[in-house]
């Protein structure tokens, strides 16, 4: 039998081709965690918007009812109607 003493070329092909996936691999790998903690913190601020925009939306709707307009008016601007005296407590 005859011996050779070369390079076995198969066995570095397949090196290279194993490492070439296996970087691709990983590669993919950090850039779908870094996507999913990109989505994790864009779901984050928009459960923070939808709840800010429904206490705007409340905040809204109150101040379309004349009651709650008159209140806010007697209450945080100390306003009164003709003829009244506003009353104001010690503090």
Known sequence: MKEKKG????????????AYFSTVL???????S?????KRLADKRLET?????EKLLKQYN??????????????DLGLAKEGEMPYQPAR
């Open 34 to 38: 870094h996507v999913s903690e990109s």
């Open 26 to 32: 990983i590669s993919q790998q950090v850039h779908l």
């Open 62 to 75: 109150e101040l379309q009812d004349l009651n709650n307009i008159e209140r806010l008016a007697r209450e």
């Open 49 to 53: 918007a939808k709840a800010e925009n």
């Open 7 to 18: 390079i076995n070329w198969f066995f570095v092909i397949m090196f290279v081709v194993v």
